[in-house]
């Protein structure tokens, strides 16, 4: 037994090195806050208040790194989301997940991915972490209440990202759809589901500026389709049929956010999307909708701050409105919020946030809406306040 636990022992120092090559980081957030919400106005039934607990972008990661040698390295990263709060489901690698190398070139990354667009969104935002009901994507981030790609992770996507010339850095990323279709003969409509982004960034010191375009095709969002026709989405004898179509989304997004020396912090946003549906059988429409964002935050004794955002998504315009009534379709929200922070790792934090949607318009909190649309009613306005606390390691 003597001469065993001796050889185990001399293995396991033998094979120390080769363990020791990757230098593996644990890490996570845990995010939970007590709100209260509800939603009034228009001609629908109240949503009456209810109180619950939520979960605000919890999370659990994995990264590391190898050293290959002259200047270049092996990376990977496995993040996971998991509901704080004991609801819903908690999968692996729902968040950034991927495998890359790095070197003098710059960075190569497959997999899950922020792009530069999306976190252009979490730079301009005061919210922490940019997460809850008061996170301002529901302005820039959706078209009439339907949740664009832009502000979600990309699955399926090849990233490559320059080095940092004195704060300026250039990305460009594809998205591979994995849903191609070849042309229906009674159709027409071909299938290739795929995305592009392209876009840079400087940050240095007090100064964060980006601009990007995104172009993603053959989406198959047949409620985005149905919004521009709705005979895209027939339902006879309890059955539903969508007609074949394709589609395009495409936008263009500037941010920037500025701090001054007296700890007071300005920020702004202004996006421009243009969604895109074709079917051989129904023709062509679009529809168009340019939304913005202004914020400003100021901090106090270091570890206090108080923030104010606004932002407003403007009516929407293009062919739809020729089927669809575009008036009153403008909508805006409001987030009135308070952090403090009790280390480098926990904070308090407390918000007010509203949604006023116009009597042709249903938006909803950003993370409480679906790929089929709003859980409110047209003219209804979504309000909450909360107050939580957040954890990180």
Known sequence: MQKKLIALAIAGLASAPVFAQTNVTVYGVVDATVESV????????????????????????????????????????????FAADGTGTSTLA???TFVG??????????????????????KVDFNPAATGIGFAGATYGTINGLK??????????????TPSF?????????????????????????????GYQLAAAYENGPVYVSAGYALHKDLQNASMADMLNPAVVTTAAGVT???????????????????????????????????????????????????WLVGVEQKFA??????????????????????????NTEFSQWTLGYTYSLSKRTMVKAYYTRLNNDSNSRSDFYLSSVSGGSQVANGQDPQGFGVGLRHTF
């Open 38 to 81: 509800k939603a009034d106005g228009g001609d629908a039934v109240e949503i009456e208040r209810r109180t619950r607990v939520t979960s605000n972008g919890s999370l659990i990661g994995f990264r590391g790194t190898e050293d290959l040698g002259n200047g270049l390295k092996a990376l990977f990263q496995v993040e996971s989301g």
């Open 94 to 96: 729902t968040r950034d």
């Open 101 to 122: 190398l790095n070197g003098g070139f710059g960075t190569v990354q497959l997999g899950k991915l922020t792009t530069i667009m999306r976190a252009a969104g979490a």
């Open 148 to 161: 664009t790609p832009i502000d979600d992770r990309l699955n399926n996507t090849v990233m490559y990202t």
């Open 166 to 194: 004195s704060g300026l850095t250039a990305q460009l990323a594809y998205t591979a759809g994995e849903n191609r279709k070849a042309a229906d003969a009674n159709s027409g409509e071909g299938v290739n589901g795929q």
């Open 241 to 291: 049929t969508t007609a074949p179509f394709s589609d395009d989304l495409k936008t263009a997004r500037i941010a920037a956010k500025y701090s001054f020396p007296s700890n007071t912090t300005v920020s702004a946003l202004w996006d421009r999307t243009k969604y895109e549906m074709s079917a051989a059988a129904l023709g062509e429409s679009n529809v168009k909708r340019n939304a």
């Open 302 to 327: 270091g570890n206090q701050a108080a923030y104010l955002e606004y932002t407003r998504s403007r009516e929407l315009k293009g062919d739809v409105c020729d089927v669809t009534d575009c008036n």
